[in-house]
C-alpha cells in the first residue's frame, strides 16, 4: 500500500470560501487503487505556503503527493514554481500525458503548466483544481502510478515492458 498526501491550492478555499471538491475526488480516486490518503490539507496560492506543505510531506515520508490547483496562467497560480523549487529530479512524461489525452476532451487542457517530479523517494504530480479535470487527469496516469511508485520505492524492479 502506498502512502499519498494531497494538497489543495486555493485562496479561497483557504479562506474557507470554498469547498474541497477536488481534494476530495483526488482522495476518492486514490483509495479506490487501496493506497492510504494521510492527510488533505489546503494552502493559500502563496509559493512559500505551497513549497512548504510539499517539503513537510516528503520529510513525513510520504510516496505520492498530488496537488491539485495553481497550475494555470493566473498571476496567483505558483504550483508548478512551488514544485519545481522542491524536487530534484522531473518526471515530465506524466504531465506531457495529461495534457496530451486531456486536450481531446478541452483544448484548453494545453494551457495547464502542471509538472511532475521527484524528491528523494517521495513523487510528486500536479493536477488541476476542478474535480472533473482531476478525474480526467488522474484516469490518464493511474495506470501506471502504482509501477511508478514501487520502482521508485524500492518495492519493484526497474521499469520493463510487460508483454
Same mark, same amino acid.
Given at each position: 500500500?502506498?502512502?499519498?498526501? =494531497?494538497?489543495?491550492?486555493?485562496?479561497? @478555499?483557504?479562506r474557507?470560501?470554498?469547498?474541497?471538491?477536488?481534494?476530495? *475526488?483526488?482522495?476518492?480516486l =486514490?483509495?479506490?487503487?487501496?493506497?492510504? =490518503?494521510? #492527510?488533505?490539507?489546503?494552502?493559500?496560492?502563496?509559493?512559500?505556503?505551497?513549497?512548504?506543505?510539499?517539503?513537510d510531506?516528503?520529510?513525513? @515520508? =510520504?510516496?505520492?503527493?498530488?496537488?491539485?490547483? @495553481?497550475?494555470?496562467? %493566473?498571476?496567483?497560480?505558483?504550483?508548478?514554481?512551488?514544485?519545481?523549487?522542491?524536487i530534484?529530479?522531473?518526471?515530465?512524461?506524466?504531465?506531457e500525458?495529461?495534457?496530451? #489525452?486531456t486536450?481531446?476532451?478541452? +483544448?484548453?487542457?494545453?494551457?495547464?503548466? *502542471?509538472?511532475?517530479?521527484?524528491?528523494?523517494?517521495t513523487?510528486?504530480?500536479?493536477? +488541476?483544481?476542478?474535480?472533473?479535470?482531476?478525474?480526467? $487527469?488522474? @484516469?490518464?496516469?493511474? +495506470?501506471?502510478?502504482?509501477?511508478?511508485?514501487?520502482?521508485l520505492? %524500492?518495492? #519493484?524492479?526497474? $521499469? *520493463?515492458?510487460?508483454?
Amino acid at each position: 500500500m502506498f502512502r499519498v498526501a =494531497v494538497l489543495t491550492v486555493s485562496d479561497k @478555499g483557504a479562506r474557507g470560501e470554498r469547498e474541497d471538491l477536488s481534494g476530495q *475526488a483526488v482522495k476518492e480516486l =486514490v483509495a479506490d487503487q487501496g493506497w492510504q =490518503v494521510d #492527510e488533505i490539507r489546503m494552502v493559500s496560492d502563496d509559493l512559500a505556503a505551497i513549497t512548504g506543505a510539499l517539503l513537510d510531506f516528503v520529510t513525513a @515520508g =510520504v510516496d505520492l503527493v498530488l496537488t491539485t490547483g @495553481g497550475t494555470g496562467l %493566473g498571476p496567483r497560480d505558483n504550483t508548478p514554481e512551488a514544485t519545481l523549487a522542491v524536487i530534484e529530479r522531473e518526471v515530465p512524461g506524466l504531465a506531457e500525458a495529461m495534457r496530451w #489525452e486531456t486536450f481531446k476532451i478541452t +483544448p484548453r487542457a494545453i494551457l495547464s503548466r *502542471a509538472v511532475a517530479g521527484i524528491r528523494g523517494k517521495t513523487l510528486i504530480v500536479n493536477l +488541476p483544481g476542478s474535480p472533473q479535470a482531476v478525474r480526467e $487527469c488522474l @484516469g490518464v496516469i493511474l +495506470p501506471v502510478l502504482g509501477h511508478a511508485l514501487g520502482v521508485l520505492t %524500492g518495492r #519493484e524492479q526497474e $521499469c *520493463a515492458r510487460k508483454e
